[in-house]
């Protein structure tokens, strides 16, 4: 058996993914590439030493910054880690990420990284809306699928297409959809204004720990073109600078539109998956619906 928590930032999976740990004596495996990413501790959400409670954590802050993310690639080292320890419990919330993990995601071919600057090049030129705009004349599948504002993603599509000459929605989804044989999953579920509140509260808990001294560190050490390269969320903010109030808000309003993405991902893509809500349902709730001894 596997088990896989899943759900939007701030949601409280990994607390959820921790108590599921000690319950079946086993291990946090981390399906996020961003927080499998060493120097970026504070502004992932890596789970601290407290909140690791004293549990085997594994897969995260263990990759050099130099790593660009792949989901193919990146799912198969986490399948690696998943096999590697008993009773693994997965925790997540990138959908596109969790199809490479579940090895639902067609070959993708290579792209070249020129095309790749040249397409962020024009993102950083034209803005993103006019991005979108250009993915929805060559994939409105595919554009009508993300935000305006999805960045990486928009630019990622974009790249497939002019690598390839085809629709990236083609190239992008997977042979297989839905729950793999073998998991059990649970979707961590707070309300619409519970989710909002656990964001705003999880940016000041960032900011306080030191998430703009993590930056500037960051900076310090000439990781500058990681953080362009790799665009993990609220980073671009601190290192754009400016009134820091106005910063944390514009983070705040990224991970807000960021999480609802989420929400909408997992209830889209996995309907039938079981849900819990932090906030009105108790732990054993969850232990029950995940059917845990």
């Known amino acids: 058996m596997l088990i896989a928590l899943l759900g939007p930032t701030a949601s409280g999976k990994s607390a959820l993914g921790a108590a599921v740990a000690r319950r079946l004596g086993g291990t946090v495996v981390n399906g996020d590439p961003y927080q499998a990413m060493a120097g970026l501790a504070i502004g992932t959400g890596q789970p601290s030493l407290a909140e690791q409670d004293g549990l085997p954590h594994l897969g995260y802050g263990v990759l050099p910054l130099s790593t660009r993310p792949n989901p193919a690639q990146f799912g198969e080292l986490v399948r690696g880690w998943l096999g590697s320890v008993p009773a693994p419990v997965l925790v997540t919330g990138s959908g596109l990420y969790l199809r490479g993990i579940w090895d639902q995601l067609s070959a993708l071919p290579e792209v070249d990284d020129a095309l790749v600057d040249k397409v962020r090049r024009w993102g950083a030129a034209l803005g993103a809306p006019v991005l979108?705009?250009?993915?929805?004349?060559?994939?409105?599948?595919?554009?009508?699928?993300?935000?305006?504002?999805?960045?990486?993603?928009v630019q990622r599509a974009l790249s497939l297409h002019l690598a390839t000459g085809r629709a990236p929605s083609g190239l992008l989804e997977g042979p297989t959809t839905g729950l793999p044989a073998g998991w059990r999953v649970l979707v961590v579920t707070p309300t619409r204004e519970r989710r909002r509140e656990r964001v705003m509260a999880r940016v000041?808990?960032?900011?306080?720990?030191?998430?703009?001294?993590?930056?500037?560190?960051?900076?310090?050490?000439?990781?500058?073109?990681?953080?362009?390269?790799?665009?993990?969320?609220?980073?671009?903010?601190?290192?754009?600078?400016?009134?820091?109030?106005?910063?944390?808000?514009?983070?705040?309003?990224e991970t807000q539109a960021y999480a609802k993405r989420q929400a909408t991902w997992f209830r889209n893509q996995l309907p039938g998956a079981p849900t819990w809500d932090p906030d009105t349902e108790p732990l054993e709730a969850a232990f029950a619906k995940l059917e845990l001894p």
């Open 132 to 153: 979108h705009r250009f993915l929805g004349a060559v994939d409105p599948a595919r554009a009508a699928r993300l935000h305006p504002n999805d960045t990486a993603r």
């Open 204 to 253: 000041a808990a960032q900011v306080a720990q030191g998430w703009s001294e993590e930056v500037a560190g960051l900076l310090a050490a000439g990781h500058a073109d990681d953080l362009v390269a790799l665009r993990p969320l609220g980073y671009a903010a601190w290192v754009a600078g400016g009134d820091p109030k106005q910063v944390v808000a514009q983070v705040v309003q």
